[in-house]
């Protein structure tokens, strides 16, 4: 099994930055497409970035130009970087990852989610 744990939320001001982690551990054969996903008050939890393992990426349309997604294979960890944050961004993010097991059946793992508020 994978076990992910985010770090690095927080409270920040409208403009600035933030760098959210999601580190895996566990047993497991290898990890696929990892991704960070939102959800604020009141809200459907939505997707923000992906990254295959090969490091191609997406993003929400909201998004695009602002975040960063990327990760270090040798580490298991994908990062997010968040800059020109807004109100609207505020939200408990959440990384996933999709993985094979050690008898190489596809799994899926999300983490615990991380606090991001952006406010003044």
């Known amino acids: 099994q994978v076990q992910l744990v985010e770090s690095g939320g927080g409270l920040v001001q409208p403009g600035g930055s933030l760098r959210l982690s999601c580190a895996a551990s566990?047993?497991?054969?290898?990890?696929?497409?990892m991704g960070w996903h939102r959800q604020a008050p009141g809200k459907q939890r939505e997707l923000v970035a992906a990254i295959t393992s090969g490091g191609s990426t997406n993003y929400a349309d909201t998004v695009k130009g602002r975040f960063t997604i990327s990760r270090d294979n040798a580490k298991n960890t994908v990062y997010l970087q968040m800059n020109s944050l807004e109100p609207e961004d505020t939200a408990v993010y959440s990384c996933?990852?999709?993985?094979?097991?050690?008898?190489?059946?596809?799994?899926?793992?999300w983490g615990q989610g991380t606090q991001v508020t952006v406010s003044s």
């Open positions: 996933n990852a999709n993985y094979y097991t050690l008898t190489r059946t596809l799994r899926g793992s």
């Open positions: 566990g047993s497991f054969f290898s990890i696929n497409d």
